[in-house]
């Protein structure tokens, strides 16, 4: 079954403010990853934290991490309409290549 | 110069026909990946390679046969198309295990 579930399932924000999604998950992990999909196009991959760490950066990105409620967040700071994309949280097991996607955040930013 | 590439980036066939997908990566990894994409945009790993080696193959029907001539290249060839075939498969290739994916533009794959 699917890993991971995402929330909420989509988000309308203006210009500027912040974008706070969520991600739970059911097993334990190596790492957790965030990915975006503009409409049409492939996902590419924003940022990565190991199941270690609690919080990373890149920056307008904000990642937490908390493996005892098996939850992440990804913060995305003061938006801008190019930020309009789908986002999607994917789990690493143990030493797997699975990545394991969860259900995906649809984020529109309006100008 | 596309790191991931794909083709075709559209196919429409008819139910019934054979079909393939190609993938092409230029970035040196060793590890490629088959997902798809359904309508509702969830995303599930099909298949993957590891310098030419099959390492995961997911519950999909064995209509889908994928093959890797060599670690640049992960190829899906699909028989028999039936109208859930319908969806958007991604290329993708990583430079380790449980490191970032990099993925390609997708193939639309609608079966009538």
């Known amino acids: 079954s699917q890993q991971g579930e995402e929330d909420p399932q989509a988000l309308s924000i203006q210009e500027g403010e912040n974008a706070t999604m969520n991600c739970s998950y059911k097993?334990?992990?190596?790492?957790l990853q965030w990915y975006r999909q503009n409409s049409g196009r492939g996902l590419v991959h924003l940022i990565l934290?190991?199941?270690?760490?609690r919080e990373k950066h890149s920056g307008r990105l904000r990642v937490t991490l908390d493996t005892s409620k098996k939850s992440s967040s990804l913060l995305i700071t003061a938006s801008r309409a190019a930020d309009t994309a789908s986002y999607f949280c994917?789990?690493?097991?143990?030493?797997?290549?699975?990545?394991?996607f969860g259900s995906g955040t649809r984020l529109l930013v309006r100008p | 110069d596309t790191a991931v590439s794909q083709t075709p980036k559209y196919l429409v066939t008819q139910m019934g026909n054979d079909k393939s997908i190609k993938c092409e990566q230029n970035?040196?990894?060793?590890?490629m990946y088959w997902y798809k994409q359904d309508s509702k945009k969830f995303l599930k790993i099909m298949f993957s390679?590891?310098?030419?080696?099959?390492?995961i193959n997911e519950t999909v029907p064995n209509r889908f046969s994928p093959k890797s001539p060599d670690k640049a290249h992960l190829n899906l060839h699909i028989n028999s198309l039936e109208l859930g075939d319908s969806a958007v498969y991604f290329c993708?290739?990583?430079?380790?295990?449980?490191?970032?994916?990099?993925f390609g533009p997708g193939t639309r794959l609608t079966v009538l």
């Open positions: 390679y590891n310098n030419k080696e099959l390492i």
């Open positions: 097993t334990s992990i190596n790492n």
């Open positions: 994917a789990t690493a097991m143990d030493s797997s290549y699975k990545l394991i």
């Open positions: 993708a290739s990583s430079p380790r295990g449980t490191g970032e994916q990099f």
């Open positions: 934290i190991r199941s270690n760490e």
């Open positions: 970035l040196g990894h060793d590890t």
